[in-house]
């Protein structure tokens, strides 16, 4: 196959692409009312910066997926390790991929203190590219029933999960050499889990990602059983156009063209009303001051994934 199948997943579940797996909520965004006692302890993994991705046994062989559905030709060497593993084929390996930065010049090979993992760009680049790139590192972060994940919901609890993923051999490791491990994780309140983000928003990271120990996996859901804790600012920016969006977004806004320094972004958000009314008018929000919030600056001075949060009509200046 020279190009990837994006239907695959879809006629083995009947669900649609943006469906076809468990979804993250920020803390901030999740009810209260769900979250559990003060003194339960979460499972807790810093949050890497990779790129979404399924690993199924289809046709005697274990297939990569896109969390959208879309084979991907990247991964073969990883596909051929769960095999030298022995992973069950009536699991879904659930994890994210990551592009190991080459290793510098006149290191020592056994040595894993020089090594990085590339921009999620860079890595998304790779994961999608028609041939086998050998630098791609996979980190398991679920471990479904292949019926479960078919059905799109599973009776196991996210704990059994794991556990019967290190049962299965997966290993955790600190190291970022390994083709396949399950990440270091600590298990704390939320209240610790909230001071471990801090730190590691202090360091340079972007924070961690909290799970219910005793959550189901739920295909399509966005709720509190996956919460991120990550760092987030605030920008007042001038919006100076309108994108009209496509598929079901089309004949609305899809995005606002916001000036950003010397260069413009694109922003989603909004309500669908808010949407249509900017597309058939874009002079109700063109010129506009509009808050933006993002996951933070980039080192090269991008917006990392803006959206629109609401006109700052007390604002006459942006801060771009």
Not at 145 to 168: D, H, M
Not at 227 to 233: A, F, N, Q, S, T
Not at 267 to 275: K, Q
Request: glycine content about 8%.
């Amino acid at each position: 196959m020279s190009t990837v199948d994006k239907n695959v997943l879809t006629r083995m579940t009947g669900r649609k692409p943006n469906k076809l797996v468990q979804l993250v909520q920020d803390l901030d965004d999740v009810n209260k009312k769900h979250l559990k006692p003060t003194e339960y302890l979460f499972h807790v993994t810093t949050k890497l910066d990779g790129v979404y991705a399924l690993f199924v046994w289809i046709a005697g062989g274990w297939a990569t997926f896109s969390r959208t559905g879309e084979q991907m030709k990247s991964c073969g060497h990883i596909e051929r390790y769960l095999e030298e593993l022995n992973i069950p084929k009536t699991v879904v390996v659930v994890g994210e991929v990551l592009l190991l930065n080459p290793i510098p010049e006149g290191s020592p090979e056994e040595s894993f203190e020089d090594l990085s993992y590339a921009t999620v760009q860079e890595t998304s680049g790779s994961f999608r590219r028609h041939k086998r790139d050998d630098s791609l590192r996979l980190v398991v972060h679920d471990f479904l029933s292949l019926e479960g994940f078919i059905q799109g919901v599973t009776k196991s609890t996210f704990g059994g999960r794991i556990n019967r993923a290190i049962r299965c051999g997966v290993p955790m490791t600190r190291d970022k050499a390994p083709l396949v491990r399950l990440p270091e994780y600590t298990c704390v309140t939320l209240e610790l889990a909230k001071v471990i983000a801090e730190q590691v928003i202090d360091d340079g990271g972007e924070g961690v990602i909290v799970r219910d120990l005793e959550a189901t996996w739920e295909a399509g859901k966005r709720d509190h059983r996956i919460v991120r804790i990550k760092e987030k600012i605030t920008k007042d920016l001038l919006v100076v156009g309108v994108k009209e969006g496509v598929g079901k977004m089309a004949g609305m806004a899809g995005t606002l063209t916001c000036k950003w320094h010397d260069t413009t972004i694109e922003v989603a958000g909004g309500d669908f009303l808010e949407r249509k009314a900017w597309f058939m008018d874009p002079t109700l929000i063109v010129g506009q001051i509009v808050e933006v919030e993002a996951m933070k600056v980039t080192p090269k001075g991008v917006l990392r994934e803006p959206r629109f949060k609401g006109i700052r009509f007390d604002k006459t200046e942006a801060d771009a």
